[in-house]
């Protein structure tokens, strides 16, 4: 599952997620020019702008 999200100047992110049990996690992000990029295992995550949680 991959998304880009909008990240303010300054701001501190976070993703959680829960990796599969039986597969090496091949999650990644990557910050390019106010986004985060990124990819994890499993079917559900969640991110947080500076603690607060963005709609998925």
Known sequence: MG????IPAGARS??????????EDTS???Y???MIRF???GGD???E???VP???
Do not use: C, M, Q
């Not at 998304?3 to 909008?6: G, R, T």
């Not at 976070?14 to 597969?23: E, G, S």
């Open 3 to 6: 998304a880009v999200e909008p």
């Open 14 to 23: 976070a993703i959680h997620y829960d990796p599969l049990v039986d597969r």
């Open 28 to 30: 990644f992000a990557k």
């Open 32 to 34: 390019h020019t106010g």
């Open 39 to 41: 990819w994890v295992e």
């Open 45 to 47: 995550y969640e991110i």
């Open 49 to 51: 702008i500076n603690s």
């Open 54 to 56: 963005v709609p998925t």
